[in-house]
């Protein structure tokens, strides 16, 4: 049997050329962030706000080089991947190159009995897991088995991980000094109260498990990202980090819940924005980088697959 394993994500503009596409991309998927407008409207839309956004995103990823990261660290962690379990692995981004529609057509060529689909984001939401496996199955579904992953929240490997990234910042620190705040990347309301959406739940039972060796230490979960005029999931990032400081703690430390590479999210937002609100506030503002490579990490998305294989 001939087996193979397609990693997917939102993906990212990699370089500065390539963000209105996609936004245009992201704004255009009434599945993802509906506006409320009749769906002949959506893309125009889409359009509009793409257009209107990209003279004041772009700076921003100049300021963290020119461009994201993550679908290059995508890439690598691919290879990896392919090393640990022996299968051929593919990448396809949703909304940025590598496009899903141009692997789907490599994986289509080279006629795989099975393939094993996995996304970047280990917290199940429809907006985004959904609408990867959503993709998949338009374009593959009939042409190769293919067996999803939906969640993997609660993977040990995931887990330990982030335990192992956040005990390098919590080791030498005073418990009644310092909280951590766990900043998660937003989500439109309506996907929580209409579709009952079980992502703040999976983001919550993630760091309930993280947070089991650290009992010491006080922590909370807050959320990042929002865009466009519709309401997101809170309390926000700014928010907790007003209250942190509300609450007589001199530090914070904070993990980003939900990323598993750096990206625009963590370089320029927690980064630099969020670490300038806390600089105001007078906080030591500690917040712990994703490494992307570690071996415990590929170990939990290799074991995704591993499970899968073994149904």
Request: aromatic share 12%; proline share 6%; hydrophobic share 35%.
């Amino acid at each position: 049997m001939r087996e193979a394993v397609l990693i997917t994500y939102m993906g990212a503009p990699s370089k500065t050329g390539e963000i209105k596409p996609f936004l245009y991309r992201l704004f255009s998927d009434r599945d993802l962030i509906n506006f409320g407008v009749p769906s002949f409207l959506q893309k125009p839309l889409a359009y509009l706000i793409a257009t209107f956004r990209t003279p004041k995103v772009k700076p921003q990823y100049e300021a963290i080089g020119g461009g994201s990261p993550l679908v290059s660290n995508s890439l690598e962690q691919a290879k990896l991947i392919e090393e640990e379990t022996g299968l051929k692995t593919f990448v396809g981004m949703l909304y940025s190159k590598p496009l899903l529609e141009k692997t789907a057509r490599e994986i289509t060529k080279e006629s795989f009995d099975r393939l094993y689909h996995i996304t970047l984001y280990p917290q199940f939401s429809y907006g985004t897991v959904g609408a990867c496996m959503r993709d998949v199955e338009e374009l593959l579904g009939g042409k190769t088995e293919i067996k999803h992953v939906k969640s993997w929240t609660l993977n040990p490997f995931y887990t330990q991980w982030i335990r192992e990234l956040l005990k390098r910042e919590l080791f030498s620190l005073n418990p009644k000094e310092t909280a951590v705040l766990f900043s998660a990347h937003s989500l439109p309301k309506y996907f929580v109260e209409e579709k009952r959406d079980p992502y703040p739940k999976e983001v919550e039972e993630t760091v309930k498990e993280v947070m089991k060796a650290f009992p010491q230490f006080n922590y909370r979960i807050s959320y990042q990202s929002k865009v466009g005029p519709i309401e997101w999931l809170e309390p926000s990032t700014e928010e907790e980090l007003h209250r942190i400081k509300e609450e007589g703690f001199k530090r914070v430390v904070v993990f980003p819940i939900s990323f598993i590479s750096e990206h625009i999210e963590t370089l320029y937002e927690l980064d630099i924005e969020y670490g300038r609100v806390a600089k105001d506030l007078g906080l030591d503002y500690r917040r712990v980088k994703l490494d992307h490579r570690h071996p415990l990490l590929i170990r939990a998305i290799s074991n995704e697959i591993d499970k899968l294989r073994k149904e």
